[in-house]
């Protein structure tokens, strides 16, 4: 899921599930760091990639 914040884009892990009424909803799970170039997830993304080898 990607989310706004001013003029910032963030990725976010989300979860579907549903409440007690059984209506749908969505949570974030963590947080995996801004899209903009150079921001967090490019960075995390090449981290999986050197572990996964």
Known sequence: ???????RRYDQLAESFRNEEGKPRQRTVCTLGRLEAGGEVGTLI????RARG
Do not use: I
């Not at 899921?1 to 003029?7: D, E, K, P, W």
């Not at 090449?46 to 990639?49: G, I, K």
């Open 1 to 7: 899921m990607v989310t706004q914040s001013g003029n």
């Open 46 to 49: 090449a981290s999986f990639q």
